[in-house]
Structures are given as structure tokens and as C-alpha cells.
């Protein structure tokens, strides 16, 4: 009579398709799920149509209410321009023994003031036209777009040279690195080259 197999090998057979089964159930796990395809997108037509526009009044930086009257923005004081021209650069700033200097330019005239009490009064003002001056080395710094680098004394107004440079459209002297940088020309023109201008003071 054939004996069957022996409980040794009975257990071998029984591991064996234990881990033929793990296996397989593993790289099910491993292969990922098919990514799902884009979504149906519904297109539907567009009409143009005009919507209220709501103005809702807030505040003022001022701090005035919305009385009846002339809105002046809350100045302190209106001064006019050098030459009484349209002001379209940037006036600077500067302190200087414990004095607030302002210093304004524009294409009829450059002056000078200080502020006392609040109020701003002119020291002294000038026919040279200017864009937006710079204050640097103790020296104020005008550029004039005709083709002039003004320098004055800040204090009184005092022309202290006129340095050549060439013609330019509301262009500022920008100041870095103990130089004075002029970018010349006109925006306008769209060019795709250009030429800056370098001054400094001489050295000691």
C-alpha cells in the first residue's frame, strides 16, 4: 500500500502556495491605478452686458468730512512753482544743521526753501530749468535737459559750475558709489542703445 506524503512535505507544498499567493497580491498593490482622464467641460456662450458701477465714500487721509465746500486735500500751504510752471518732477529733501531744506525744479526756474514753523519759505530761486534734484557731497545737483549739469551751493543758491552733458527728457542725476550718474537721452525715441554720463568730485 502507497503511503501519502509525509507531514514535512505536506507543509513545504502548503508554504510554497502561500507565497505564490503573497507575491502575486503584491504586485497588484504595486502597479498603480490607471490616472482618470480629463473631465467633460461644457461650453457655453458668453454675453457681454453692462453692470452698475457703486461708489462708496470712506474716509479722507486728511481727516475732513464730506462737507459741502472746495476740496483742497488738506494742505497746509500752496506755494508756486519756480516760474509758475507745471511741476512734474520729484522736489528733495535735505537736513543740514538742523535745518529741513526743500529743493524744487522744473522747466522755467530752481529754488530753494526751508521749512520754519511749518510753512515753507523760499530762500532763493533761479531762471535755470530742471528735473528732479539730488543732494550729495554738501552740493545740490540740477540737471537740465537743454544739455547742463548745474551745480549750486544748497545753502544760498550760489552757482558753483556748469558741467557739459548731453540732451536729455526728464532724466535725474542718480548718485552712487561716489559719483554722479547722467543717463542722456529721450525715452521717446525708443532707442535700443544709450549713453550715460560719470562725474566726481576731484580728489583731495
Known sequence: MQSGPTPRVAAAYIAAMLLTVLMAGCKEKQQA?????????????????????YHEWVAQLNGRSADPG???????????????????SAPAVWRNAGRTWLFVADRAG?????????????QWENPAAGTSPVVAGGLLWVYDP??????????????????P????????????????????????????????????????
Open 70 to 88: 472746495p476740496p483742497t486735500g488738506g494742505e497746509l500751504q500752496s506755494i508756486p512753482t519756480p516760474g509758475g510752471e507745471g511741476l512734474f
Open 146 to 163: 537743454g544739455g547742463t549739469l548745474a551745480v549750486y551751493e544748497p545753502t544760498s543758491g550760489k552757482a558753483i559750475a556748469a558741467l
Open 165 to 204: 552733458a548731453g540732451p536729455g527728457h526728464w532724466s535725474s542725476p542718480i548718485v552712487t558709489a561716489g559719483r554722479v550718474v547722467l543717463p542722456v537721452g529721450d525715452a521717446n525715441q525708443h532707442r535700443t542703445d544709450g549713453v550715460l554720463d560719470l562725474y566726481r568730485l576731484p580728489s583731495p
Open 110 to 122: 530752481t529754488a530753494g526753501y526751508v521749512l520754519t514753523r511749518g510753512r515753507l519759505a523760499r
Open 33 to 53: 491605478p490607471a490616472a482618470p482622464g480629463p473631465p467633460d467641460v461644457e461650453v457655453t456662450d458668453v454675453t457681454q452686458r453692462n453692470v452698475p458701477v
